[in-house]
């Protein structure tokens, strides 16, 4: 059976990673900063509002929080993608596009149960992906943006009595590219103006956590599962480090024909080949906490800052500023011993705060709510004492992205996250007769 587990894992991770790659985020507003910020939260509190700084699970990964990893019981494999459709309207037009992308992949693994905790994944984390034109009376203008930056990190978390610690070492990786056209109208025969740049980015972060979880009502032997209540108290963060550039780009002036309709090349008034530079990133701190017993229900709440306004980067459209977040979240299960259809967790969520995105010197204000299940799927006939076992979520988000004037774009997003989550006793001692 346990071996049958194991390879029912690596082919739905595996599934997950090829099938969920086909695109990416599409908005204008991926133009700023470094593009559209992906979620570090996974699948078990990701539909709670995203709540991470006091969330401990002992099946299931809190990147967000990395002190979290001590509470792991079993060998955990977790897989996720996103599939959004996004509505972008103005004054006088409405534009619609559906994407998907993959939300992460990783896996944990427990060195000491319910103590020393250890956790490596690869997940996005940041996407460009925009194009849009703008019609002047003598001039026409394009601007196009593509690419992707990605997070590899290992991290691990120890408890000592009522406290646990915890790092993220991430590495950063990953290319972006840019291109602005300025096509003439007039009669004046000007030259056409474009530019290709493309920047390469890697370097390494870091996260660190702490969490601090306290049993406030003792269980009961008749029913134990439902009557042990926590209260988890975290915090997370990070100072701002510097990653490399290397950017390549080409400015040149050309002109086309009327005739074929060929562009042909006049000059290069810039061209730079792999000048290196340095991006600031911003630092970052979470807090936040919960209480109750993912077992039975759980509430919580996060508050989210990032220091954007530090950010630079030798290239850079728009402008950002610092951001904060907002988020409540809770989550029930109605009989965790029970049938299929009682041990269901349902959760839902709700979060508010402001983007780093500035647009007209001002920031893009964001809200929304979550929800979801949890579909539980167990090896065997013991529901309570498995080690085997896989979980199924299934989340939504519907959020918006509103500037602070009706001429600029408003965006209305529904994403869905479908995640799975294996888990096993690994690595066990074997006993023989």
């Keep these: 059976m346990q071996t049958n587990f194991h390879k029912l894992t690596y082919t739905a991770v595996f599934s997950l990673l090829c099938v969920f790659t086909f695109a990416q985020t599409n908005s204008p507003y ?4 470094l593009g559209f910020l992906r979620s570090d939260v996974f699948s078990s509190n990701k539909a709670m509002g995203e709540i991470a700084a006091g969330y401990r699970s002992a099946v299931g990964l809190n990147v967000q929080n990395p002190a979290s990893y001590s509470e792991l ?12 459709a996004t509505t972008m309207t103005t004054k006088d037009s409405v534009y619609k596009g559906t994407y998907g992308t993959l939300n992460h992949i990783a896996v944990g693994i427990p060195l000491k149960r319910d103590r020393w905790g250890l956790s490596l994944g690869l997940l996005p984390f940041a996407t460009t992906n925009y194009r849009f ?4 009376i003598d001039t026409f203008n394009e601007y196009n943006g593509k690419g992707s930056l990605y997070k590899l990190y290992l991290g691990s978390a120890y408890r000592i009595g009522d406290f646990s610690i915890g790092f993220n070492v991430g590495y950063l990786f990953g290319k972006q590219e840019y291109y602005k056209g300025y096509t003439f ?9 474009r530019n290709n740049t493309s920047m390469n980015v890697n370097g390494f972060l870091y996260n660190l956590g702490i969490q601090y979880k306290k049993r406030i009502i003792k269980h009961t032997e008749a029913n134990r599962l439902k009557t042990d209540i926590f209260f988890t108290a975290g915090a997370y963060g990070n100072s701002g480090v510097a990653a490399n550039a290397k950017v390549n780009a080409l400015w040149e002036r050309y ?6 309709g060929v562009d042909y090349p006049v000059d290069t008034p810039l061209q730079q080949a792999e000048v290196k530079g340095k991006i600031r990133m911003p630092s970052q701190f979470g807090i936040g906490f919960t ?17 954007w306004s530090k950010f630079t980067s030798p290239v850079s459209y728009g402008s950002v500023g610092d951001s904060w977040r907002f988020s409540l979240g809770a989550g029930i299960t109605p ?63 519907v959020g918006t ?8 774009i408003k965006e209305t997003y529904y994403r869905f996250t479908i995640g799975l989550s294996f888990n096993s006793l690994w690595f066990q001692r074997r006993k023989f007769d």
């Design 335 to 397: 009989d965790y011993t029970g049938k299929f259809v009682k041990r269901i967790s349902y959760k839902a969520g709700f979060y508010a705060g402001k983007s780093e995105v500035r647009v007209n010197n001002a920031p893009l204000s964001e809200y929304g709510g979550t929800f979801g299940f949890v579909l539980p799927f167990v090896f065997g006939r013991d529901r309570v004492n498995t080690n085997d076992f896989f979980q199924l979520f299934l989340m939504g988000d």
């Design 73 to 84: 019981s079993l060998t955990t494999f977790e897989g996720g993608a996103n599939i959004d």
């Design 401 to 408: 992205r509103v500037p602070n004037s009706a001429a600029f």
């Design 133 to 136: 034109q703008l019609q002047n």
């Design 30 to 33: 991926s133009r700023f900063g």
């Design 255 to 260: 002109f086309t024909s009327v005739s074929t």
């Design 185 to 193: 109208t007039d009669s004046l025969s000007a030259l056409n103006v």
């Design 291 to 307: 209480v109750g017993n993912e077992n039975w229900w759980i509430v919580g709440a996060d508050f989210k800052f990032s220091q």
